[in-house]
């Protein structure tokens, strides 16, 4: 092993590395020795001989002088005790020799579970979990881990399983280079732990919280550092606890290339990491109930042990690096120390003694490598700096976000573009501001207010910069935000909602992914959640704000979530409030919903677009007060199809729109009279298509001098016209002379709008043109009608089945008797009439009543 002093130069140790000599550099002994890599700190780099093997603590043994120490927790030996006692260099030193080049970064990802047993729900014993390791260990051969009589972990490779606390299954991966990698990895161990799982009637849970079992009802498992903290966890906060035994995390581990590269990424990783945090919060239910907050795991690190875990503030001091995190963690609390197989309990007190050799719990003896690796472990900021960066933000959840969690964090600090807007982005943030989103995050998640605006507004330009780092990494990884894209997006929806009534929406609905949270609770649980769920709604409906003002707002608002995570929209069912035409619910859904009808194989069309519906079940429903209020009522976000790229995601024609800036300039040029042709030709380059349709939509719309003289000119007389405040045309009327005519003499009935003389021939009696088929423009276009026929009321009118027709005619016109046509009631009659396909005489007399009766007394005789 080597300890290097700073004021060594990066060339003379380059060189005296190479030729395995002996030197001395500020009156400090340095000894190399062949096949040893050492990684230095600040300006120096590795070797130009970039050996594999560099001062690896996971191997057998690290030789320092003529001593061995072992790197495990326990050791797989005694730890032998130093007579050359370490100092704080060496302690740097250690840190520093997790520098690599950039084509030897990694990508380390750690997650946690719940297991229970199936059939109760109960949390598995040690006696099971114990069962299950073995079981691992045989089947798909893992090398085992004891402490004393008890398996307490597996190891296979470079990746290995652990115990928490409280029983919480940990995997820690091996350090891989694509996060195509780490996913396989991840599925690779759901598998092996499911296959056995299933056997033994156990089942996990990806939750940052345990949703159902008190304190006390986890089981403890047997490890002596945790009985240590145990102990000393009540002294110094009160959900210390908590955080060992109910809590569930994953983590990614990153590495960097120099102190200054470590710094610029802790830095950001801090500054980001309540996004993170809001992002993939996922702990809201205590003992069955909701408890109030969107991620409960973030909040118990408030009140665990502020000595070891938070912010860090002092990160983004000038001085900052390697040696002030030595200081920092010199001072924070020990735990224990490991000797003779037992751990020895040092809680409360202080490394820096221990260098001296003044640890009052073992007076005179020096530390190891391995014991200041071990307290490194005991120290829980919101990012960790050990040999590389521990991202520590995030709650435990499903197996996407396994996969999303690296996917977030390797995008904005594995590229340099992405990382230095990052920082950029957050070098103004204060002290004060960094600490409040950490406060406030774990109750309100991205709607946490933010300066002028929510999280969410920054988590969407981190996820877009992230999205553009994965996709600048060339290894087609940006897939694996999909599922942090569909959260932020979904948020817009409930932004001002708030968790009782998200839950609400959720639980309510029983609306519970099991492949989402593998097994999740009893029905009785779901019964208290949803009662607890409800109580909470009730009491804060009054809270509830809304949405959007408009159906143009409601459904751009889908198209901007549709668009982020990449499908197109369409509109769909609505309904109407009673006596009205104003809506009271809509629904839009994704472009793929439903299916589409069967080929008309007698079509004389020459070409059959292609059937590209798959019966998708996404949409969201809007409720419409009487007031004009729109809320969301239902959301369901899976799609049984695959999503648009993020590369092609822009063509999707939902999300196809002009800016408003574009639409002003092509409005002015349409009122300069500048041709169709000629704006496209301006525009088509930026807006391509989408100016075209502009175009044409608002030269339809609006109504222009020489238009309206072209219709006076068609139609000789221009009865009636309707337009809106903007003046754009709503509805037409017209009627021609022989129209009148013939109506004066054939007053009696009219089919809406042919009428039928005294030879049932048909008779054009006036033309309206109408934007929209709604009670108002009905309603207007039977009043106009009448009046401008000499306001005779019809006698008959028929119709076809239209409820809007039918109130508006009850408006207008109340006495004339409204009927359905010929046509619908020969279509209603198979379905209305129970015996008509099965009694040919029957559908003979209907026919024969329906249209060769000439007098009613003949009706009525057949």
Avoid at 383 to 398: C, F, I, N, S, T
Avoid at 423 to 449: C, F, I, N, S
Wanted: charge should be neutral; charged fraction near 25%; glycine fraction near 6%.
């Amino acid at each position: 092993m080597a300890l290097i002093a700073r004021s060594y130069t990066c060339q003379n140790f380059q060189s005296e590395m190479a030729s395995g000599l002996q030197c001395n550099a500020n009156s400090m002994m340095i000894s190399f020795r062949p096949k040893v890599e050492v990684v230095c700190y600040s300006s120096f780099v590795r070797s130009a001989k970039r050996r594999q093997q560099g001062l690896r603590l996971e191997f057998p043994g690290v030789e320092r002088g003529r001593q061995v120490t072992v790197a495990a927790s326990p050791p797989a030996e005694d730890t032998t005790v130093l007579t050359e006692p370490l100092t704080k260099e060496d302690l740097v030193a250690y840190l520093a020799s997790g520098c690599k080049q950039k084509e030897q970064w990694r990508i380390g990802t750690e997650h946690e579970k719940f297991g229970f047993e199936v059939k109760t729900l109960r949390p598995i014993s040690y006696e099971q979990i114990a069962a299950l390791l073995n079981g691992i260990a045989e089947r798909f051969e893992w090398d085992k881990i004891m402490e004393g009589n008890h398996v307490i972990g597996l190891k296979q490779g470079k990746q290995s399983i652990s115990l928490e606390p409280g029983g919480q299954f940990e995997l820690s991966g091996a350090p891989l280079e694509t996060l195509h990698q780490t996913c396989a990895e991840v599925n690779s161990h759901l598998y092996q732990v499911k296959a056995l799982a299933e056997e033994m009637g156990i089942g996990f849970l990806g939750i940052g919280f345990q949703p159902k079992w008190a304190l006390k009802d986890i089981p403890i498992m047997p490890k002596g550092r945790y009985e240590i903290m145990r102990n000393y966890m009540p002294k110094v906060g009160s959900l210390g606890l908590d955080m060992m035994f109910r809590t569930c995390t994953v983590q990614v581990n990153l590495d960097f290339s120099s102190e200054s590269d470590m710094i610029r990424k802790f830095r950001a990783g801090l500054a980001l990491q309540p996004i993170a945090t809001a992002i993939f919060a996922n702990s809201p239910f205590t003992e069955g109930k909701p408890n109030g907050f969107l991620s409960m795991r973030s909040h118990i690190w408030t009140d665990t042990d502020n000595n070891r875990a938070g912010m860090l503030p002092f990160v983004f001091d000038d001085s900052f690096g390697f040696e002030a995190y030595v200081d920092y963690a010199l001072d924070v609390p020990m735990y224990f120390v490991y000797r003779k197989k037992k751990y020895i309990d040092c809680s409360g007190m202080s490394f820096r003694d221990f260098l001296h050799g003044k640890l009052p719990a073992i007076p005179g003896e020096l530390p190891t490598l391995v014991d200041w690796e071990n307290h490194l472990t005991t120290i829980f900021p919101e990012v960790r700096l050990k040999r590389y960066l521990e991202m520590r933000g995030a709650d435990g959840g499903p197996w996407r976000r396994l996969c999303a969690l690296p996917a977030f964090w390797v995008g904005l600090l594995y590229d340099e573009i992405s990382l230095q807007s990052v920082l950029d982005m957050t070098a103004d943030w204060t002290k004060e501001e960094r600490q409040t989103l950490r406060t406030k995050v774990p109750v309100l998640g991205l709607k946490t207010p933010f300066r002028s605006g929510l999280l969410r507004n920054v988590a969407e330009v981190v996820l877009a910069l992230a999205k553009d780092g994965l996709e600048r990494r060339l290894c087609k990884e940006a897939g694996f935000l999909k599922e942090v894209t569909e959260v932020v997006a979904t948020v817009k929806f409930y932004l001002r909602w708030r968790p009782e009534t998200k839950l609400k929406e959720e639980y309510l609905a029983m609306e519970i992914s099991l492949d989402d949270f593998d097994l999740f609770v009893d029905l009785e649980q779901i019964k208290d959640i949803k009662e607890e769920a409800a109580v909470r709604c009730r009491e804060d409906d009054t809270d509830k704000v809304s949405v959007c003002r408009s159906e143009k707002e409601a459904y751009e608002m889908y198209c901007d979530y549709a668009h982020n995570v990449g499908f197109s929209v369409r509109k769909e069912h609505h309904s109407y409030w009673p006596n009205s035409r104003n809506i009271k619910s809509k629904d839009f859904v994704c472009s793929k919903a439903g299916y589409k009808k069967g080929i008309d194989l007698n079509s004389k069309s020459k070409f059959t677009k292609s059937n590209t519906r798959t019966g998708c079940p996404a949409m969201i429903r809007f409720v419409v007060s009487q007031d004009g209020v729109w809320t969301v009522q239902k959301s369901i976000e899976s799609h049984n199809h695959e999503l648009a790229r993020p590369a092609d995601q822009h063509l999707l024609r939902s999300c196809r729109n002009i800016s408003d800036e574009k639409a002003s300039v092509l409005k002015s040029m349409t009122e300069a009279g500048i041709r169709t042709f000629d704006e496209f030709s301006y525009l088509r380059d930026e807006a391509g298509v989408d100016a075209y349709n502009f175009i044409q939509k608002e030269r339809r719309a609006k109504i222009e001098s020489g238009d309206t003289n072209s219709l006076i000119e068609l139609f000789k007389e221009r009865l009636d016209v309707q337009t809106d405040e903007e003046d754009k045309l709503l509805n037409f009327f017209w009627v021609d002379g022989l129209g009148r005519m013939d109506y004066d003499c054939f007053w009696y009935l009219v089919h809406l709008f042919v009428g039928v003389n005294n030879h049932w021939q048909n008779v054009l009696l006036g033309v309206a043109f109408l934007s929209e088929e709604i009670i108002e423009s009905f309603t207007w276009l039977f009043k106009t009608f009448v009046h401008i026929l000499g306001d005779k009321h019809p006698t008959t009118i028929f119709t076809d089945q239209d409820q809007v027709m039918a109130r508006a005619i009850e408006v207008a016109i109340p006495h004339t008797r409204h009927r359905l046509c010929q046509w619908h009631i020969s279509k209603k009659a198979p379905s209305k009439v129970s015996c008509f396909n099965s009694n040919q005489k029957v559908r003979g007399l209907f026919y024969r009543c329906l249209s060769k009766c000439d007098s009613e007394e003949e009706f009525e005789n057949t």
